[in-house]
Antibody, heavy 123, light 108 residues
Framework: QVQLQESGPGLVKPSQTLSLTCTVS??????????WSWIRQHPGKGLEWIGY???????YYNPSLKSRLTMSVDTSKNLFSLELRSVIAADTAMYYC???????????????WGQGTMVKVSS | YVLTQPPSVSVAPGQTASITCGGN??????VHWYQQRPGQAPVLVVF???DRPSGIPDRFSGSNSGNTATLTISRVEAGDEADYYC????????????FGGGTKLTVL
């Protein structure tokens, strides 16, 4: 069974780049079997989808974040990553990585979630 | 595309809770539902409108028609108290995942 684990800095300064990784265990990230996603949750608020990446490198990004966002896959380390540039206080949130089976296409449900990692943007 | 959920629903133990998710012609989309207990990651409880992942009790069921999708929880237990989110894929324009605002289920 695939499991996901997020990692990254708990604190990022405004205007800097937030970098997070999600390590995949129990399966191969380049098997073609899954879409790999990032989702965030502002404190006390609802869920916000950030974007998908497929093992091939194809991506779908939230239009509201697209100009600051890059997602990538590292098959040698079996992980995928998020980079969010020029962060502001409003980027403070719990960041989750999640996945769903590729046969469902981009409309599939997120059936696997990481535990989440809290990121605070502050000087 | 916007998904509208009631902020809160309250129900007594043993009763049935219905949580709605409104959206324009949502009946034409696949709707997924997540349960999130405090301090925990979301858990998928219903996918593709009506299906349950393995391990999810059959007390959880879903329906979707017209402009409203509904998550129904029968024989509600104290452990069902959580936030519930609906989710769809909007492939029509920006190709994005949309979440509803969430509903806090309180077990009285």
């Amino acid at each position: 069974q695939v499991q996901l684990q997020e990692s990254g800095p708990g604190l990022v300064k405004p205007s800097q780049t937030l970098s997070l990784t999600c390590t995949v265990s129990g399966g191969s990230i380049d098997s073609g079997g899954y879409y790999w996603s990032w989702i965030r949750q502002h404190p006390g608020k609802g869920l916000e989808w950030i974007g998908y990446i497929y093992y091939s490198g194809s991506t779908y990004y939230n239009p509201s974040l697209k100009s600051r966002l890059t997602m990538s896959v590292d098959t040698s380390k079996n992980l995928f990553s998020l980079e969010l540039r020029s962060v502001i206080a409003a980027d403070t949130a719990m960041y989750y990585c999640a996945s769903h089976v590729a046969v469902a296409g981009p409309a599939g449900a997120f059936d696997i979630w990481g535990q989440g990692t809290m990121v605070k943007v502050s000087s | 595309y916007v998904l509208t959920q009631p902020p809160s629903v309250s129900v007594a133990p043993g009763q049935t809770a219905s949580i709605t998710c409104g959206g324009n012609n949502i009946g034409t989309k696949s709707v997924h539902w997540y349960q999130q207990r405090p301090g925990q990651a979301p858990v998928l409880v219903v996918f593709d409108d009506t299906d349950r992942p393995s391990g999810i009790p059959d007390r959880f069921s879903g329906s979707n028609s017209g402009n409203t999708a509904t998550l129904t929880i029968s024989r509600v237990e104290a452990g069902d108290e959580a936030d519930y989110y609906c989710q769809v894929w909007d492939g029509s324009s920006d190709h994005t995942v949309i979440f509803g605002g969430g509903t806090k289920l309180t077990v009285l």
